[in-house]
C-alpha cells in the first residue's frame, strides 16, 4: 500500500542510481539513523550494550568485511580470527606508542595495518582457489594468534600475556577502559558501523564492486573481458581485512578492554563470523546486519529461555545451540542459499503488490 | 653423535604422529574422490565415533544429561559393561545408520551445488555433530581403552641403546603408534584392494570420474554415497580409536582433522598414496622444525608450521604432490 514505487518519479541520472530508489526505503533508512543516533544513547544501559548491542555492531562490521571477500569476491576465508587479532594488536601497540593521538585515529590505523597483512596473506589467492585457499588462510589463522602469544613485543612484555586497553577519551568522554559508559561505547561503535556501512555499499555498487562479483561468478572469463584478477583479488583482501581490523580493533579496545589471543580470536571466532555471513547472505550488506544480529541474539535467547525458563544446565543449552547453529547452517545452504537477505527481499516484492497480489 | 641419534628419534616420532595424521586424511581423500566432497566434520565423525565407542562400551545411558535436566530424573549408567569388539561392531552401525542420514537429510538436497557450498555444508554438519556427541555422551574427557598395548616399547629401546654413548637410553617409541602404523597399513592395502577389485570399488571409481556417465550405466549415486560415507566413518572410527588411546576422547580429536588439511594439500586430494605420504612428511617436518627450530622462536610450533609448509608449497604445485593437475574451462 504504501510501499511502492507508483508516484516516485525520478528526473536525473543521480535520482535514478541512488541506494534506496523507493521512497518508503529511504524513510525507513532515515528513520533507522535517526532512533540509532538519537534515541537509543540515552536509554541504553550496561546490559543491554555489553550483552547485545555493542556486540552486535562490532560483529556487523566484522562480517561486511568478510562478505566482501567471500560474498561478493568469492575468496572463502578462515582467517577472520586472525585478522580481528592483528587489528587489535595494532591498536593496542598504537595506543601505547602514541598517547597522544586520538583514537580514532588509532583504530583507523589498526585497520590500515590489517589491510596490509591481508594483502600479504591473500597473495596466495592469485594462485590457488575454493577450500585450497580457504587451507591456505587457516595457515594465517594459526600462524598469527601463536605469533601475538609467543611474541613479548606485541603484548608490551606485560607479565600475564594480556593486553589490556588504557583509558583513551573522544572529545574528553572516555571511550576505552573501565570508566567507560555504555552510552560512549555504543555511539563509537555505531559511528565506525555507518561510516564503514555507507562505504562498503558504495563500493560494492561501484567498478570496484562490480570487478569482485565478475571475479567470483567466473574468474577466467573475467580476465577475457578485461578485469585485472591481481588487482580485484588484493583490493578484496585489502578492503576486507581493513574492516575485519577495526572490528578486531573495536572488539579489544572498546568491548572487551582485555583480551588474551587465543580466547577472543581463535578458529571459533572465524567459523562464527563466517556463519553470519553464511545466515545473513552471502553478497549483501543487510545480510551482514541480519547474520550478525541472528548470532549474536541466539545464544542470549536459548540461554534465557532453556537455563532461565526451563532451568537446564548451563553446558547442555551450550551444546544444544552447536547443534542448532550447525542445523541452521545445513538448512539455510538447502533452502535459502541466499539467507535472511533473500528472505528480506522476497517479503519485499510481495508487499509492493500488496494488497492486491493479482 | 647424541644429537644427531635424538634428531633421528625425533623423526621416527615425526613418521608415527603423520601415520595419525595420514588415518585422518584418508577419510577426507575418500569422500572427496567419490563425490567431489571436501568434508570438514571428518574431523568431528572421528570424535563422534570415538565418544560412541566409549559410551557403548561403558554403559552410559545416551542423552542422560538431558533426559535428567528435563525430568529431574538420576539416569547414568546401564550397569553393564560392552567386551571391546561388540562394542565396536555396533559403532560400525552407529556410523552406517550416521551415513544414511546424511545422504538423506543434507547430500541428496545438494546435490549439483557448488563445492564450496557443500564445503560449509559439511561445516554445519560438524558443528551439528560435536553438540550431539556432547549431548548423547557428555562432553567431559574420557579414556578410551580397546585393550592396545601402551607405553614405550622397552625391546626397541634396549636394541637401540648401544648405538649412543653414555647419555643415550635408545629410541623411544610408544607401541601405540607402532600398533597405529600397522593399522594404517592394513587398511590402504585394503581400500586399494577394494576400489580396484571389488564390484562396488569399481562402481565408486565410477562414480568419482562423472556422475551422470555412472548413472546411466546404472550406477546407484545414492547408494554409492552411503557406502562411501560409511567407509568414511569406518576410517574416521579407527582414526578416533587410535588417537583416542593416545590422549583421550575430547575436543581437540576434531582439531586433529584441520591438521589433515595441509596433509592434503601435499599430497593432493585425489590420491591414496598422497595422504600417507603428505601425513608422513607433515609429521616428521613439525616435529624436526620444533626440535631444531623450535626452541629459538618461542617453542609450540606444531600449531601452524603444517599449514605454512602447505602455503608455501601450494604457491608452487596447486595440485599437490600426487594429484590430478587442475584444468579450468570457461
Given amino acids: 500500500m504504501f510501499y511502492r514505487e507508483a508516484g516516485d518519479f525520478k528526473t536525473s541520472y543521480t535520482q535514478d542510481s541512488q541506494t534506496f530508489p523507493i521512497r518508503f526505503d529511504r524513510f525507513r533508512y532515515y528513520a533507522v539513523l535517526a532512533v540509532a543516533l538519537a534515541v537509543i544513547p540515552f536509554v541504553i544501559d550496561d546490559y543491554w550494550a555489553s550483552a547485545l548491542i555493542v556486540p552486535f555492531l562490532i560483529y556487523a562490521i566484522a562480517a561486511i568485511g568478510l562478505n566482501i571477500l567471500v560474498g561478493y569476491c568469492g575468496q572463502l576465508s578462515l582467517g577472520t580470527g586472525g585478522f580481528m587479532a592483528v587489528g587489535a594488536y595494532a591498536c593496542y601497540k598504537l595506543m601505547t606508542a602514541f598517547p597522544d593521538i586520538n583514537i580514532v585515529l588509532h583504530i583507523v590505523g589498526a585497520g590500515l595495518v590489517t589491510a596490509a597483512v591481508g594483502v600479504m596473506f591473500g597473495l596466495p589467492s592469485l594462485r590457488i582457489k575454493g577450500f585450497y585457499l580457504a587451507v591456505a588462510t587457516l595457515a594465517a589463522q594459526f600462524f598469527l594468534v601463536w605469533l601475538f602469544n609467543k611474541v613479548p613485543w606485541f603484548y608490551n612484555y606485560s607479565a600475564s600475556g594480556q593486553i589490556s586497553a588504557p583509558e583513551r577519551t573522544v572529545a574528553g568522554i572516555p571511550v576505552t577502559g573501565p570508566n567507560t559508559e555504555a552510552w560512549a561505547q555504543y555511539l563509537i561503535c555505531l559511528v565506525f558501523v555507518v561510516v564503514l556501512a555507507w562505504a562498503a555499499r558504495n563500493l560494492t555498487r561501484g567498478t570496484v564492486g562490480r570487478s569482485w562479483m565478475a571475479i567470483r561468478d567466473m574468474d577466467i572469463a573475467a580476465e577475457i573481458i578485461g578485469v585485472n584478477p591481481l588487482k580485484a583479488k588484493l583490493t578484496a583482501f585489502a578492503v576486507s581485512s581493513f574492516y575485519i581490523g577495526i572490528a578486531g580493533a573495536l572488539?579489544?579496545?572498546?568491548?572487551?578492554?582485555?583480551?588474551?589471543?587465543?580466547?577472543?580470536?581463535?578458529?571459533?571466532?572465524?567459523?562464527?563470523?563466517?556463519?553470519?555471513?553464511?545466515i545473513g547472505g552471502l553478497g549483501s550488506i543487510f545480510g551482514s546486519f541480519a547474520g550478525a544480529a541472528f548470532l549474536v541474539l541466539l545464544p542470549v535467547l536459548l540461554k534465557n529461555v532453556l537455563v532461565g525458563g526451563l532451568g537446564w544446565p548451563t553446558d547442555l543449552a551450550a551444546h544444544l545451540e552447536l547443534m542448532i547453529v550447525g542445523a541452521l547452517i545445513i538448512v539455510f545452504l538447502i533452502a535459502e542459499p541466499h539467507g535472511l537477505a533473500q528472505l528480506w527481499r522476497t517479503g519485499k516484492e510481495k508487499l509492493r503488490l500488496w494488497p492486491f497480489p493479482h | 653423535m647424541t644429537n644427531f641419534l635424538y634428531a633421528v628419534e625425533v623423526m621416527i616420532n615425526g613418521l608415527m604422529a603423520g601415520v595419525l595424521y595420514a588415518l585422518?586424511?584418508?577419510?577426507?581423500?575418500?569422500?572427496?574422490?567419490?563425490?567431489?566432497?571436501?568434508?570438514?566434520?571428518?574431523?568431528?565423525?572421528?570424535?563422534?565415533?570415538?565418544?560412541?565407542?566409549?559410551?557403548?562400551?561403558?554403559?552410559?545411558?545416551?542423552?542422560a544429561h538431558l533426559i535428567n535436566a528435563t525430568l529431574g530424573t538420576e539416569l547414568h549408567h546401564f550397569g553393564w559393561h560392552m567386551p571391546a569388539l561388540l562394542a565396536i561392531l555396533l559403532t560400525v552401525g552407529v556410523m552406517i545408520l550416521l551415513a544414511i542420514a546424511i545422504e538423506r537429510f543434507i547430500l541428496k538436497h545438494l546435490v549439483n551445488q557448488e563445492p564450496i557450498i557443500l564445503f560449509m555444508a559439511t561445516i554445519g554438519l560438524a558443528y551439528f555433530l560435536e553438540g550431539l556427541g556432547d549431548?548423547?555422551?557428555?562432553?567431559?574427557?574420557?579414556?578410551?581403552?580397546?585393550?592396545?598395548?601402551?607405553?614405550?616399547?622397552?625391546?626397541?629401546?634396549?636394541?637401540?641403546?648401544?648405538l649412543g654413548g653414555d647419555g643415550f637410553y635408545g629410541f623411544f617409541i610408544d607401541r601405540l603408534d607402532i600398533v597405529a602404523a600397522l593399522v594404517a597399513a592394513v587398511l590402504v592395502i585394503s581400500l586399494t584392494v577394494f576400489s580396484q577389485y571389488s564390484k562396488q570399488g569399481r562402481a565408486l571409481r565410477a562414480v568419482a570420474d562423472d556422475h551422470q556417465a555412472a548413472l546411466s550405466v546404472g550406477i546407484s549415486l545414492r547408494f554409492i554415497w552411503v557406502l562411501v560415507w560409511s567407509i568414511a566413518g569406518f576410517v574416521a572410527l579407527v582414526a578416533g580409536i587410535m588417537w583416542g588411546a593416545k590422549s583421550g576422547v575430547q575436543f581437540s580429536l576434531s582439531l586433529i582433522a584441520l591438521k589433515a588439511l595441509p596433509v592434503l594439500m601435499l599430497g593432493g586430494f585425489t590420491s591414496i598414496p598422497g595422504a600417507i605420504v603428505g601425513g608422513l612428511i607433515i609429521g616428521v617436518g613439525e616435529k624436526l622444525f620444533e626440535f631444531t627450530i623450535g626452541p629459538m622462536i618461542g617453542g609450540a610450533t606444531e600449531n601452524w608450521f603444517a599449514y605454512v609448509l602447505a602455503l608455501v608449497f601450494l604457491v608452487f604445485r596447486p595440485q599437490g604432490l600426487f594429484g590430478e593437475k587442475i584444468i579450468e574451462r570457461v
Fill in chain 2, 24 to 63: 585422518v586424511a584418508l577419510g577426507f581423500v575418500l569422500i572427496f574422490k567419490a563425490s567431489g566432497i571436501f568434508n570438514y566434520a571428518q574431523g568431528v565423525l572421528a570424535l563422534f565415533a570415538a565418544l560412541t565407542l566409549v559410551g557403548l562400551q561403558e554403559g552410559q545411558i545416551p542423552f
Fill in chain 2, 135 to 162: 549431548i548423547m555422551w557428555g562432553a567431559d574427557i574420557k579414556t578410551l581403552d580397546v585393550g592396545l598395548p601402551q607405553g614405550g616399547s622397552m625391546w626397541i629401546e634396549e636394541k637401540t641403546a648401544v
Fill in chain 1, 251 to 278: 572488539f579489544f579496545a572498546v568491548y572487551l578492554g582485555a583480551v588474551e589471543v587465543g580466547e577472543a580470536f581463535g578458529i571459533q571466532k572465524s567459523f562464527l563470523i563466517l556463519f553470519m555471513i553464511i
